[in-house]
Nanobody
Framework: QVRLVESGGGLGQAGGSLRLSCAAS????????MGWYRQAPGKQRELVAT???????NYADSVKGRFTISRDNAKNTVYLQMNSLKPEDTAVYYC?????????WGQGTQVTVSS
């Protein structure tokens, strides 16, 4: 079992910045992929960014150049630095862990961007 605890988020302004953190605990495999997904009201959950344990990254086109995903393997924590926020970034952001053939999700954290 893996437990994911998200923090950060909240209310931001257009053009501003927010930072999300997600700490994983439990049985953590050395080879894993962690990432962030988001779901806006009335829309499907979508990929924001992922990062492997080897620090290879992947971003959605909509956040490239604005968001940066990073991780601290010693702390089993993944971060999402969100800059140049836009109102369309408003969503519930979910942390995801994939390792050992299993996938786990965090509870989600609300990000609201005002114009």
């Amino acid at each position: 079992q893996v437990r994911l605890v998200e923090s950060g988020g909240g209310l931001g302004q257009a053009g501003g910045s927010l930072r999300l953190s997600c700490a994983a605990s439990g049985i953590i495999f050395s080879s894993n992929v962690m990432g962030w997904y988001r779901q806006a009201p009335g829309k499907q959950r979508e990929l924001v960014a992922t990062i492997t344990s080897g620090r290879s990254t992947n971003y959605a086109d909509s956040v490239k150049g604005r968001f940066t995903i990073s991780r601290d393997n010693a702390k089993n924590t993944v971060y999402l630095q969100m800059n140049s926020l836009k109102p369309e970034d408003t969503a519930v952001y979910y942390c995801r862990y994939q390792g050992g053939g299993r996938t786990y999700w965090g509870q989600g954290t609300q990000v609201t961007v005002s114009s």
